[in-house]
């Protein structure tokens, strides 16, 4: 389907026909909010064509379909980036100027839609675009929370958190679906009639879909993202209303609403709440009974559902789907137990995302029977099966606990990890035994990201370069940037690299300037750590290094420093304590540095509030180096890795996650390496005391350390950063102090790098060349390969095949 070509003047028409007849406003009086909504409609309209088209062609073709069940889609605005899948991203600009109206600021009104805390949720929204440009026919399921992460302010440094409410206004692009609805049940008890269980449930509610079609590049195919709302079975109570209790009347509405209420707040922790595991049941089941019904209204038969299903659980949160499955099978459809595990295991896979204990679900047993009786029952087969199959020790019932992971794991015919590094600890650690069990089930399929969202449309200005360089097919083909490696020796070429990289430190520091009146230093490297706060992430060395360099300028102010700016960004989980003690301390740094005349020019920190995704695309392209610190062994892949290399940044980093594999890609004299390997890191720590011999052996450590722990930057409260202080001193699981020495050194060669302007450019543009291969279209091409066995709807990229 080729796009049909609109002029500006049409589309302006088309935004004024939604002005006055969807939002009721005449030119006059339209707000912003009006306008944005105008446009967002507007390019709706042209989604429309394509996602019939697509959907047209998924029923014709008969094939295998892909269902993504994500507890999160981290999306944020969806106006450029429909606009320019639609490739009227000038047009829309153009159609809006005409219209007197700043296209900037329209696109800026739209709220991020943050259904995700970082880099999992970010991920099914990359998979999303990707599964729609390569034309693989999928649906996302999802929550569609009223409210997406909490919004981070700070009082006095310190982290606040208030609600998001990006529902208060009106949703452009999902089309509500009442007719599409499913029972969900809780509780209750399981009866037996004549050998077949029957679940009497306690409570129901309803899940009710919401379709945001996602369309792909140049619209050759759309899918469906549906996420659920949860409504009551009674809206209203009659009995209490004629009683004339009218608040009590509307009390099932507002007690099944609560499901789909709010987006726990909380990246790689368990928080083992009652609500949570409804919530994960309720999408999970609502998204298995749709599929089963889209299945059986165009004729299946139930024993070839693997044929036709592939279900990827995106982590654990959706691992629930298997017993689902199998409870359908049996007691819906007759089918054997053995039969019924069989057909489901040949259906699902599971993404693994981290190796950190404190994020592997397990659930109460009580708790789990509480709510879900007759799962509870179906585990206990699946358990059985299991054994019966392998003689295996592993169990999914432990200790009074439903480990989720190992369900999972059982009940998937694939498991991947998300980076090389993580798939092989994978193997080595969480899951050594049932690797053993199940040999050859574990696999990798390494992250990607959307070049669209991530270098098109959050970076004009070397999107123009590469296109004028070679050509404008990149999009959807991303190694062809290995193209501008020949270029990295032309210093024309090179001038422009930089050129667009100062456009961006520019257009961040003028935003920077409205939002909270800061002023950067534009000659400054801006050296950038963004992502979720946690101590595996090390915010905390990375801060201890910037204090440690304040020493070092006050005591040698002439020694020719490299100008920098260190700037923060992200939110800690609201009952994550030490990672706010962390913020705080940040904040109470750039407080005292920031005020230093003698530093001033050398070293300022930045840390603006609410990070977000929208806040993420600005500061990737105007970044200079790339800090991804995190404790080898601990980031299961990283996304913002490939972000910041693929906008040109290059980094500075350990050899964890997909950090390796960026590595590999650049090439190590363009990747500033430090700190101990996974390997190392575990065997350090069986050293006794490692974290006190470290600060012993560091006096740079030591001073600074001191100094925090003296209250240097607190000094209304000496005291405020003792425990974190001591915490490092005498537990430092995460090996700050261990690495600390190393990455102050490396630091340094970053300075020294960084002062020689052309060669640093070198290294900026051979990130860019090379880490093509990070694109997700990749990455889905992978699992649509060795898991899902699906293939692509659509025709060679680049010929524009008729779907219509
Ligand atoms: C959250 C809760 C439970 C289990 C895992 C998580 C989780 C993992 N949330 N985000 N992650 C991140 O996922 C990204 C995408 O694969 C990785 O790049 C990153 O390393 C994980 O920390």
């Known amino acids: 389907?080729?796009?049909?070509?609109?002029?500006?003047?049409?589309?302006?028409?088309?935004?004024?026909?939604?002005?006055?007849?969807?939002?009721?406003?005449?030119?006059?009086?339209?707000?912003?909010?009006?306008?944005?909504?105008?446009?967002?409609?507007?390019?709706?309209?042209?989604?429309?064509?394509?996602?019939?088209?697509?959907?047209?062609?998924?029923?014709?073709?008969?094939?295998?379909?892909?269902?993504?069940?994500?507890?999160?889609?981290?999306?944020?605005?969806?106006?450029?980036?429909?606009?320019?899948?639609?490739?009227?991203?000038?047009?829309?600009?153009?159609?809006?100027?005409?219209?007197?109206?700043?296209?900037?600021?329209?696109?800026?009104?739209?709220?991020?839609?943050?259904?995700?805390?970082?880099?999992?949720?970010?991920?099914?929204?990359?998979?999303?675009?990707?599964?729609?440009?390569?034309?693989?026919?999928?649906?996302?399921?999802?929550?569609?929370?009223?409210?997406?992460l909490f919004e981070q302010h700070f009082e006095d440094g310190a982290q606040m958190e208030t609600a998001e409410t990006w529902l208060a206004q009106r949703h452009a692009w999902e089309f509500e679906r009442p007719e599409v609805s499913y029972p969900i049940n809780f509780g209750g008890h399981v009866e037996e009639h004549e050998g077949k269980a029957v679940w009497r449930a306690g409570e129901t509610v309803v899940a009710s879909a919401y379709d945001t079609p996602v369309v792909g590049w140049q619209a050759q195919w759309a899918n469906t993202l549906r996420l659920w709302a949860a409504k009551s079975t009674t809206a209203f109570d009659l009995d209490s209303f004629n009683r004339g209790d009218y608040m009590a009347a509307s009390a099932p509405e507002a007690l099944a609403r609560t499901i789909s209420r709010v987006l726990y707040p909380d990246d790689t922790t368990d928080t083992g709440k009652e609500l949570r595991l409804k919530q994960e049941y309720f999408f999970t089941s609502a998204s298995i009974q749709d599929l089963l019904r889209r299945f059986l209204s165009e004729g299946g038969d139930l024993r070839a559902l693997p044929d036709f299903v592939a279900i990827q659980l995106n982590d654990t949160h959706p691992a629930i789907a298997g017993p689902e499955l199998v409870r359908l099978l049996i007691d819906e459809h007759g089918f054997e137990v053995s039969q019924a595990i069989t057909t489901a295991r040949s259906c699902l896979a599971y993404t693994n995302h981290t190796l950190l204990p404190e994020a592997l679900e397990?659930?109460?047993?009580?708790?789990?029977?509480?709510?879900?009786?007759?799962?509870?029952?179906?585990?206990?087969?699946?358990?059985?099966?299991?054994?019966?199959?392998?003689?295996?020790?592993?169990?999914?019932?432990?200790?009074?606990?439903?480990?989720?992971?190992?369900?999972?794991?059982?009940?998937?015919?694939?498991?991947?990890?998300?980076?090389?590094?993580?798939?092989?600890?994978?193997?080595?650690?969480?899951?050594?035994?049932?690797?053993?069990?199940?040999?050859?089930?574990?696999?990798?399929?390494?992250?990607?990201?959307?070049?669209?969202?991530?270098?098109?449309?959050?970076?004009?200005?070397?999107?123009?370069?590469?296109?004028?360089?070679?050509?404008?097919?990149?999009?959807?083909?991303?190694?062809?940037?290995?193209?501008?490696?020949?270029?990295?020796?032309?210093?024309?070429?090179?001038?422009?690299?930089?050129?667009?990289?100062?456009?961006?430190?520019?257009?961040?520091?003028?935003?920077?300037?409205?939002?909270?009146?800061?002023?950067?230093?534009?000659?400054?490297?801006?050296?950038?750590?963004?992502?979720?706060?946690?101590?595996?992430?090390?915010?905390?060395?990375?801060?201890?290094?910037?204090?440690a360099l304040w020493n070092e300028i006050r005591e040698n102010p002439n020694a020719g420093w490299t100008p920098r700016v260190k700037i923060f960004g992200g939110k800690a989980a609201p009952g994550y304590v030490v990672a706010k003690q962390i913020i705080h301390l940040i904040n109470d740094a750039a407080k005292v540095i920031n005020a230093d005349p003698a530093t001033r020019e050398y070293l300022q920190i930045v840390y603006p509030e609410n990070y977000n995704v929208s806040m993420a695309e600005i500061l990737i392209p105007a970044t200079d180096l790339s800090e991804q610190i995190s404790t080898a062994g601990k980031e299961a892949s990283g996304t913002g890795n490939m972000k910041f290399a693929l906008n040109g940044a290059p980094t500075i980093g350990t050899l964890d996650g997909a950090n390796v594999e960026i590595r590999d890609c650049v090439g190590a004299e363009n990747f500033f390496l430090f700190g101990l390997t996974a390997a190392e890191v575990t065997a350090r720590r069986a050293v006794p005391e490692y974290a006190r011999r470290a600060v012993e052996a560091s006096p740079r450590l030591a001073r600074v350390l001191q100094q925090i722990e003296g209250g240097v930057f607190s000094s209304d409260d000496k005291t405020r950063y003792s425990g974190l202080v001591q915490g490092l001193i005498n537990h430092d699981y995460f090996l700050v102090t261990c690495d600390f020495d190393s990455y102050f050194g490396t630091q340094r060669d970053v300075d020294k790098a960084f002062a020689d302007k052309q060669a640093w450019t070198r290294m900026a543009a051979l990130n860019t060349a090379r880490v093509g291969w990070f694109s997700s279209d990749r990455t889905i091409s992978g699992y649509a390969r060795d898991i899902w066995k699906t293939p692509s709807l659509i025709s060679a990229r680049g010929s524009r095949q008729d779907v219509a």
């Open 362 to 547: 397990r659930w109460p047993e009580d708790l789990f029977i509480r709510v879900l009786p007759r799962h509870h029952r179906i585990i206990q087969l699946i358990e059985a099966a299991h054994i019966a199959a392998t003689g295996s020790d592993i169990r999914i019932l432990e200790h009074g606990e439903v480990k989720m992971g190992e369900l999972a794991f059982i009940m998937a015919h694939h498991v991947n990890g998300v980076s090389a590094l993580h798939s092989e600890l994978v193997k080595e650690t969480v899951f050594a035994d049932l690797h053993s069990d199940y040999p050859g089930r574990i696999i990798n399929q390494t992250n990607g990201i959307t070049p669209r969202r991530w270098l098109y449309s959050c970076n004009p200005p070397l999107r123009e370069l590469i296109n004028e360089t070679i050509g404008t097919t990149w999009p959807d083909d991303l190694q062809q940037l290995d193209g501008l490696s020949v270029h990295a020796k032309d210093p024309a070429f090179l001038d422009k690299f930089q050129a667009a990289k100062d456009a961006n430190k520019t257009r961040l520091s003028n935003w920077l300037q409205a939002r909270d009146g800061v002023s950067l230093n534009p000659d400054a490297m801006f050296d950038v750590q963004i992502k979720r706060i946690h101590e595996y992430k090390r915010q905390l060395m990375n801060l201890l290094e910037t204090v």
């Open 1 to 148: 389907m080729s796009i049909p070509y609109v002029s500006p003047q049409e589309f302006s028409a088309e935004i004024l026909r939604h002005l006055k007849h969807s939002l009721g406003k005449d030119e006059s009086h339209a707000s912003v909010y009006d306008w944005r909504m105008s446009l967002s409609l507007a390019l709706r309209d042209h989604v429309v064509d394509p996602w019939f088209a697509s959907t047209r062609r998924t029923y014709e073709a008969r094939g295998k379909r892909v269902y993504y069940l994500s507890m999160e889609f981290l999306i944020g605005r969806l106006i450029e980036d429909v606009a320019v899948n639609l490739g009227l991203d000038a047009v829309a600009e153009e159609a809006l100027s005409a219209l007197g109206q700043d296209y900037a600021a329209v696109v800026a009104n739209e709220p991020d839609a943050a259904l995700g805390n970082g880099g999992l949720g970010r991920l099914a929204a990359c998979f999303m675009d990707s599964l729609s440009t390569l034309g693989i026919p999928a649906y996302g399921y999802g929550i569609r929370y009223e409210h997406g």
